[in-house]
């Protein structure tokens, strides 16, 4: 059984700091890693994807990814109020790609001003 | 229009009723998706289709009906629905999951 865990929070910051959301998955051959933004009543977004190992920054999301420890991070620097939502980590598994992705079951991030 | 559009925004239906969801998207992907999401429980695969051939059907009971007629359009048939099944339901596409999925923006079902 494929899975990703997510700890479901909610987790609550002051707006400036750093919110680190964090995801971890069970199939060691998963290719490609997603970060998805939802708010409430709101279908997903997409925010950040990451392929290889190591930091991938756009603006200020910061995605992190570790193959050896199947750990895939968010970091999101200067919090803001309009942050607040739902965070899921997506993976795609298995060593020869999939059409399917996997989806953690979110982190609720709240950015308190 | 562009991405992935799904109509409508927003359903009741009673339980006896039949109606359909429609997905359409713009984006040149070759695979669709229909997820549910339920308060409080992640997103449900509920059926994939690849080049508008079904290549998943995620054990959905059958009053949930899928139609893929071409590459673009993806519906969902629903009838003599549950209570249990109010959720939002997601629309998907990509082109391979390796690239990710963009989302439509989802119908909020009501089963009264």
């Known amino acids: 059984q494929k899975e990703v865990e997510q700890n479901s929070g909610p987790l609550s910051v002051p707006e400036g700091a750093i919110a680190s959301l964090n995801c971890t998955y069970s199939?060691?051959?998963?290719?490609?890693f997603f970060w998805y933004r939802q708010y409430s009543g709101k279908s997903p977004e997409l925010i950040m994807f990451i392929y290889s190992n190591g930091d991938k920054e756009d603006g200020r999301f910061t995605a992190q990814l570790n193959k050896a420890s199947q750990y895939v991070s968010l970091l999101i620097r200067d919090s803001q109020p309009s942050d607040s939502a739902t965070y899921l980590c997506a993976v795609n598994p298995e060593q020869g790609g999939s059409e399917k992705l996997v989806f953690g079951k979110g982190t609720k991030l709240t950015v308190n001003p | 229009e562009t991405g992935v559009t799904q109509t409508p925004r927003h359903l009741v239906m009673g339980m006896t009723n039949k109606k359909s969801l429609k997905c359409e998207q713009h984006?040149?992907?070759?695979?669709m998706y229909w997820y549910k999401q339920s308060a409080k429980k992640p997103l449900e695969l509920m059926f994939v289709?690849?080049?508008?051939?079904?290549?998943e059907n995620n054990s959905v009971p059958s009053r949930f009906s899928p139609e893929c007629p071409n590459s673009s359009h993806l519906f969902l048939h629903l009838h003599t629905l549950q209570p249990e099944d109010s959720a939002l339901y997601l629309c998907?596409?990509?082109?391979?999951?390796?690239?990710?999925?963009?989302f439509g923006s989802g119908t909020r079902l009501t089963v009264v």
């Open positions: 998907a596409s990509s082109q391979g999951g390796y690239y990710g999925y963009t």
């Open positions: 289709y690849n080049f508008k051939e079904q290549t």
């Open positions: 984006l040149g992907h070759n695979a």
């Open positions: 199939d060691r051959g998963s290719q490609s």
